[in-house]
Every structure is written in C-alpha cells, then in structure tokens.
C-alpha cells in the first residue's frame, strides 16, 4: 500500500507539521520506502500472541495521592516565549 | 592523568595524589584543544570547578565514594540545571530546566563532577549523529567517519580521553552502536533499571539509559550509583540495590556463550566478522562453551522498531508547541499556525520523518494493522530470547554489519541508516542488558566491537564476563590518533 501526496499532507497537518508541496514531495517517497520495510510485518502469523506493550509487563504503579509542593512557577516560567503576569501567552483562541 | 580508569581517578583522588579542581582542569582543557571533534554542546567551567571543589571538599572529610571527583559528561537527552539541555535540537535551543534527571542527580550525589553537555542525534533519532542541529561529531579513530549515534558525542568523547565516562541512551541501539564505532565499552542495562526522569523521551517503551567507559569495571562502578528505583518514574523497576561490581572476576569456565546464527548471515562485513570470531575464540580460550542457538525473527526487529518507536515519539514530541517553552516562531496567523509553524521550524527532518509515521500508524484504520501488530511481533521476538537463554547464560555476536561509516554515506537514504541497528534493535525490544565492548580493528583501522547480551536483571555476570575478556585482551587500551593531541 502506497501513501499519496494528500495522505501526507493531511498526516502532516494533524501532526501539526507545516510542510510545502516541495517537502511533502520529498517525503513521500521517503516515507514509502520507510512503509515497504514495514509491509514485512503484515506476512507474520501473530495469531493468538498477545501485543507486548512494555518489556516487562505488569500494571503501572501508582503513587499514594499526597499533596506534594510545587512552588517553583517561576522557575518554569523562565522558558516561555511569551508570557505576563505568570501566564502564558497565545494568540487569540476566543472571539 | 587523562589516560586513567575512572577506578584508577578514584583511587588517585582519595590518596590525594591530585584533587578534583586539578583534575577537572585537566579535562576542561582538553575539551578546549578537542574543539574539532565537536562531541560537546556546553561547557561551562564555573560550574564544573564548584562541583569540583565540593567533591575535594567531601575528599578532605573522608566522606568520599569510589567516584568522588571523577568527571563525567552527559548527553545532551539528560535535562540539567547548570547546562542548557536541548536534545540537539533547534525547538530546545538555550533551554534550562528546572530540575535535574534523576542519572544526572545520582552522580551528581556520588560525587562525580559534571564537564557539560554532549552532542548527539535530535532527540537521540539516529545511527550517526549526522541529525544534530549542532552539527556532526568526528570519530576520533578516523576524522572522515561518523562516531555513531545516536551518542555519537558520548562515544567520541570517551574515545578520545576528553571524558573518563559519559551517559548515554539506548532507544534500539544507541549506546552500543556508537561504542563499537568509537572503540569504546558502552552498557545498557534491562529497561527499567535506570531513571528515565529528565530524560528527554522520544519512545518511551524502549527508552534507557546506560554508560560509556574506557571499560566493564568503570561501567560496573557507575552502575552503582546511577541505576535504581526511581518513584518518580512509572516504569522503575522495584529492587533492592546490587553491588554490580560483584562478578567482575567472574568464573567462564563452563560459561554457555549464545551464538546466534541470524547475526551472521548475509550483511554481515568479512572484517567484523573476523574480529568477533577471533573474540569468540578467546572466550573459548578463557573456558566459555559456545553453544549455537536461534533467533529466527531477529531481523524483524527492524520493521517492527519503526512502527513502534515513531508512533510513541509522535506522541512525546507533540508536547513541544512553542507555548510553554522551546522555540516559537516569529510569524503566525492563529494558534493553529503558530504550533504548526513553530513545529516545522524547530525539528529537523528525521524527527519529522519519525512523527509523521508515527501519526500515520496510530491513526484511525491503521492502528491495529500497524502498531498493535508490531506489538505481536515484538513479543515473538522477545520470547525467543526467552527460549535461547535456556540454553546460554549470555548471547555474544556482533554489534554492527560493519565499521563506522562515513560521512553522507547513508545520511540521503533513511531505510539504509535503518538497517544499521540490525543487530542492537531485539535486544532493546525485549528489553535486555546488552553491551559492547572493543575486540579489534576492520578497515581502514577502524574499530570492531562485539556485543555481549544478557537476560533480564543479569548485568552483574554482563560486566564481569566483559572484565574478564578485558583483563586477557587490550583492545579497549588502544588509544586513537586524536587522544594523543
């Protein structure tokens, strides 16, 4: 199976990827020789294996819900390309 | 002083033969004269010096461990208070973090001294490090071949004494590909050993960290203190400590050595496989037992990697928006445009390669075909090694099909640069220690490595099956060219 300029485009915009038609050209066959190493899979007979999501198994541990400090907002405000009064600034979402 | 042992800076240190401030000075200036080589991001020797003269501190009050003032570089995957962490990439560019990663933290508690930061492939995505936004690093070995990756910087800097050890990541191979490049000992442990707290995720199930050195013993010494349960991270895995010192001289006399057939077969270079036959030989020299055995779906690995890598790096990666922090683009029409535009800007192009297949096979229609099939199969292969280590303690082969490359060699071809990791991607799909460690030269005199793999939990007899090779060979003592500036 063969993905298309469209495929890319509309993969690339729910990835929220900006590529022009040059780059999505580019990508294409790329990402296609990428999908026939991958195709090898589908000739596998995994009938009856279970998916292996993490190597060792088991359930996620989960930590008592105490509440532990976080006081250091300014110390990851310090990164923020844009900010005021302690929040973060993004272009209008709401009319 | 550069040429020694981390357990040989650590024995020197505590029998105050030099301090730590002299010493860090030692490697500060030859990363300064080893600028070519371009294994570094930051350095920062104020930083570097206070640790230092906490660590003397410590030595003068006798409340030292083995590695008290031992310096040590970290990849630039680790998030680091004192030193921008940017995963070599554009989008982290002079970002500081708030918190230091656990492995960073660890050492840091133990003493050791921190040089900087080490280049690598953006957010540790490649087998050559040419996917630096910082550009490449030079093979001290060879200055026309690439170190490896996606720890090329951790290779190289070991490599050419600039560094007495250096952290390092292991996604599908990159802590062993690049030591077998470089002519250097590289160890991951089982996953979930190491912390992956502060280390920039790019797929998650197959993330861990692990350990560069000039050789088992130093690795085993660090291990010590860099791995163990983390609460804060939900895949740490709950034991007790373990000295990993413990089996280094270890006993090989009956040891039963894996050789899997499939790691031989077509691809594999007439060079490497000399050298890795000729370490075999040694083993066997030393009272190991070679015992064929069989991974029939190795090679599967690779296809199976690409499914399962992507799709949870598409998913870490699209935490980076230009909101928060990282880079944000200077023209945009609305949110939507800002995050795209931001995006497009601040990843190169195998970051981006990787999230839009990962997007692909985790979307609606493919997600079982792909990726809960490549799950399936992952299983397969990690099985049969379950099988196999019934009948071997430990799996030996080859680390890669061939000698470090050069560069552009495979940088325009992607499915070439993929199948680079044949032989290191199983091991990191199960999930099991596995290490590399110097057994020669192939072409162009450039280094051989033979990788060691063991099941889970089995680093101990790992490192001591590695320090016993290293105590009868002095591959791993060889010093390149550029060690010697």
């Given amino acids: 199976m063969a993905l298309t300029l469209s495929d890319v485009m509309r993969i690339a915009h729910l990835a929220r990827i900006e590529v022009t038609d040059t780059e999505a050209r580019q990508t294409l066959g790329q990402l296609n020789d990428i999908f026939k190493l991958i195709e090898q899979l589908q000739s596998v007979d995994t009938s009856g294996i279970e998916p292996m999501a993490h190597p060792l198994g088991g359930s996620q541990r989960l930590r008592e819900d105490e509440v532990v400090p976080t006081d250091n907002r300014s110390e990851h405000m310090k990164n923020a390309p844009a900010q005021q009064d302690g929040l973060f600034l993004v272009p209008k979402v709401i009319e | 002083m550069f040429e020694k042992s981390v357990a040989e800076l650590g024995r020197a240190l505590k029998a105050r033969e030099i301090s730590a401030v002299e010493l860090a000075r030692v490697f500060l200036d030859r990363i300064d004269r080893h600028k070519d080589l371009n294994a570094f991001l930051d350095v920062r020797a104020d930083v570097t010096l206070a640790q230092a003269r906490a660590a003397d501190a410590r030595l003068a009050k006798g409340d030292a461990t083995p590695l008290t003032g031992v310096p040590v570089a970290h990849k630039d995957i680790f998030v680091t208070r004192d030193f921008p962490s940017t995963a070599s990439s554009r989008i982290l560019e002079g970002y500081m973090s708030p918190f230091d990663a656990t492995v960073v933290e660890r050492l840091k508690d133990a003493g050791m001294v921190a040089l900087g930061k080490l280049n690598c492939d953006e957010f540790a995505m490649g087998s050559s490090n040419e996917n ?62 190491a912390s992956r707290w502060g280390m920039i995720a790019f797929a998650s199930s197959l993330d861990q960290a ?139 192009p195998e970051p981006k390669r990787r999230i839009l297949i990962g997007t692909y096979v985790l ?123």
């Fill in chain 2, 132 to 193: 630096s936004h910082y550009g490449n690093v030079l093979n001290p070995w060879d200055r026309t071949a690439v170190p490896g990756g996606s720890s090329g910087g951790s290779a190289a800097a070991v490599a050419a004494r600039i560094a007495p050890a250096a952290t390092a990541t292991d996604t599908g191979g990159s802590i062993r590909e690049p030591a077998a490049f470089s002519g250097v000992t590289g160890i991951k442990p089982t996953y979930g050993r």
């Fill in chain 2, 210 to 348: 692990g350990i560069m050195t000039r050789s088992a013993e130093d690795a085993a010494l660090i291990f010590n203190a860099m791995l163990g349960f983390d609460p804060k991270d939900s895949t740490s895995v709950e034991r007790d400590a373990e000295d990993y010192t413990r089996s280094l001289n270890l006993d090989l006399k009956g040891l039963r050595l894996g050789v899997p057939k499939e790691f031989f077969g077509k691809g594999l270079h007439a060079d490497v496989e000399k050298a890795v036959r000729e370490a075999l030989a040694e083993y066997v020299k030393l009272g190991a037992r070679l015992v064929d055995i069989s991974l029939p779906n190795a090679a599967l690995g690779i296809p199976v990697y690409y499914v399962i890598a992507p799709a949870e790096c598409s998913s870490n990666l699209s935490r980076f928006d230009g909101v928060r922090y990282g880079h944000r683009a200077g023209n945009y029409a609305d949110l939507v445009d800002m995050i795209k535009k931001s995006r497009s800007e601040g990843f190169g």
């Fill in chain 2, 363 to 485: 979307s609606h229609g493919y997600y079982d075909a792909y990726y809960i099939q490549a799950q399936k199969v992952r299983r397969i292969i990690a099985d049969e090694f379950q099988r196999a280590f019934r009948e071997c303690d430990l799996i030996a082969g080859p680390v890669t099909t061939s000698v470090a490359f050069g560069f552009g060699e495979k940088a325009a071809d992607p499915v070439a640069m993929y199948l680079s990791d044949l032989y290191t991607i199983p091991g990191s799909l199960a999930g099991i220690p596995g290490m590399s460690i110097p057994c020669g030269f192939g072409a162009k005199n450039r280094p051989v490595g033979l990788q060691l793999m063991a099941n889970y939990f089995d680093e101990a007899r790992l490192l001591g099956a590695a320090h016993r090779y290293q105590q009868a060979t002095d591959w791993h003592l060889r010093v390149p060219p550029a060690a010697k500036e």
